[in-house]
């Protein structure tokens, strides 16, 4: 079990900014998900991959396949009270679920 | 309401690992926190704020005034795989909870 996070990196989110941000992306995917998937998850130390994407577009295609896979999924929007413009998207994060399953959406991306 | 998650900063964690751990630990503590902090909090829109500590022993003491102070609160161990050591700390996340009963136990501490 894996959960994956997709960041934009094309923002220049200082490392605090984008920690924040992929926190937030986890939590809300984690929530999205079933109890059994949730707790597999946990149980197995919250596995968690950190990606980078190149822009806004590649985001919402992500999530679109997200949502094609069945797979729990959030896309963060940031509320602007700092760095960047509100309602900015920041990151995607995809998963928990079998490592497979959130590969076919995410396995292409390079490590953050 | 809000979380603060401090990171340590001496560990030379790169930005993608950083996240994962802040990641870790902002959920293990609004997995400590009861039903009606955890509502509250995503309520007013998940506030995080991501700070720095020194080292290990300082998040030792942050977790110890959270302790005294009855707030939920998680401490992360990495599981080594990468970058780092096996069970190295690296990160302690208090909340969520009322912002100035989180500031008695992080208000002194820089954004990370």
């Not at 994956?4 to 490392?15: K, N, P, S, T, W």
């Not at 992306?25 to 197995?44: F, V």
């Not at 900015?88 to 497979?100: I, K, Q, Y």
């Amino acid at each position: 079990m894996k959960q994956a996070i997709v960041a934009r990196a094309d923002l220049g989110m200082g490392e605090g900014k984008l920690a924040a941000q992929v926190a937030h992306a986890s939590l809300s995917a984690y929530e999205d998900a079933g109890r059994t998937a949730r707790n597999a998850w946990k149980g197995e130390g919250q596995k968690k991959v950190v990606l980078k994407a190149t822009g806004e577009s590649e985001l919402f295609e992500l999530a679109d396949v997200a949502e094609r896979e069945g797979l729990p999924h959030a896309i963060v929007r940031d509320a602007g009270h700092t760095q960047l413009d509100p309602g900015t998207v920041t990151a995607l994060a995809v998963g928990p679920a079998e490592d497979d399953h959130v590969d076919r959406v995410t396995g292409d991306l390079s490590l953050y």
